[in-house]
């Protein structure tokens, strides 16, 4: 629904930056992106200064810079990796599939360049992987209606100004659901399926994960920058910035290491178990 309707917040980044450019001349972008970036503003921050950064890095970057997982470290490429580790990837970049994508669609407005590249990446390599995986796991079949072929490609022909009328997400099934549904379920707020890895990172399971990210046996795995990660903990810890998403990925590819590869940690072994493994 969210990718065939236009559901996504943040896939609406090109008409808000574009609704900015407008407002903020480009031939002061370059001015003040320099002065965002020597004063440290962060542009995945939700203060004026961090929005203004992003959309200003957006407008030039899109697609192919612009395009990218907030959840991951896609800014911070170059500080995560340690510098030997960063030498043996050298100039990868792991975006380039959702390179390839945009390529097909160049000629396309922006925000159906966007929703495209959503059809094509992150539904069938993230999110329906997710479902089939977590469902089968319980022996349950899953079908999904809004992935009917017919219906995603009458979809894909309605031009973006429909779908966000009024800047409303999802507008048209909205509108339909008004028949069925009172407004203020329609019209709620909208809820991820996240869990609350924000409060558990900073609350509880703040020491273990703590014990377990900087444990002598992870730092000696030669990957990470540990005065980045150290940096990005901190920042999370204080409130600075939302780091969520990727403590959690680094905590979890650390526990796959001592599963997999040193083969110490037993699927049902406790978590404070795991943080004595050093």
């Not at 808000?16 to 002061?28: E, G, K, T, V, Y």
């Not at 396309?108 to 390599?125: H, I, M």
């Not at 999904?144 to 490609?153: A, K, M, R, V």
């Not at 100004?161 to 019209?187: D, M, V, W």
Request: hydrophobic residues 40%; proline residues 6%; aromatic residues 16%.
């Amino acid at each position: 629904g969210d990718e065939a309707f236009g559901g996504y917040a943040s896939s609406i980044a090109p008409l808000n930056a574009q609704i900015f450019n407008r407002r903020f001349p480009a031939f002061l972008h370059p001015a003040f992106i320099r002065l965002f970036e020597k004063t440290g503003v962060n542009p995945e921050s939700q203060t004026l200064p961090g929005r203004m950064l992003y959309y200003m890095k957006y407008i030039r970057g899109f697609p192919y810079r612009s395009f990218y997982n907030k959840m991951g470290f896609h800014l911070y490429r170059q500080n995560l990796w340690d510098p030997r580790f960063r030498a043996k990837i050298g100039d990868h970049d792991p975006l380039h599939p959702f390179h390839e994508v945009f390529d097909r669609v160049k000629n396309e407005s922006a925000l159906d360049q966007v929703y495209y590249a959503d059809l094509k990446t992150r539904l069938p390599f993230d999110y329906l992987v997710k479902v089939d995986r977590a469902s089968s796991a319980n022996s349950v079949e899953v079908r999904s209606p809004f992935l009917d072929t017919e219906l995603i490609e009458f979809m894909a022909h309605v031009p973006p100004e429909i779908k966000f009328r009024n800047r409303q997400t999802k507008y048209l099934l909205k509108k339909i659901g008004e028949k069925y549904l009172p407004k203020s379920l329609l019209y709620a707020e909208k809820r991820g399926f996240d869990a609350p890895t924000r409060s558990w990172l900073t609350g509880e399971y703040a020491p273990t994960v703590e014990a377990i990210l900087f444990s002598r046996r992870c730092q000696s795995r030669g990957y990470f920058n540990f005065d980045f990660i150290q940096q990005i903990w901190n920042e999370h810890q204080q409130g600075i910035y939302d780091h969520q998403h990727r403590l959690w990925a680094l905590l979890w590819f650390e526990l796959w290491n001592l599963m997999f590869v040193d083969k110490t940690l037993a699927r049902d072994m406790p978590l404070t178990e795991a943080a004595k493994l050093t």
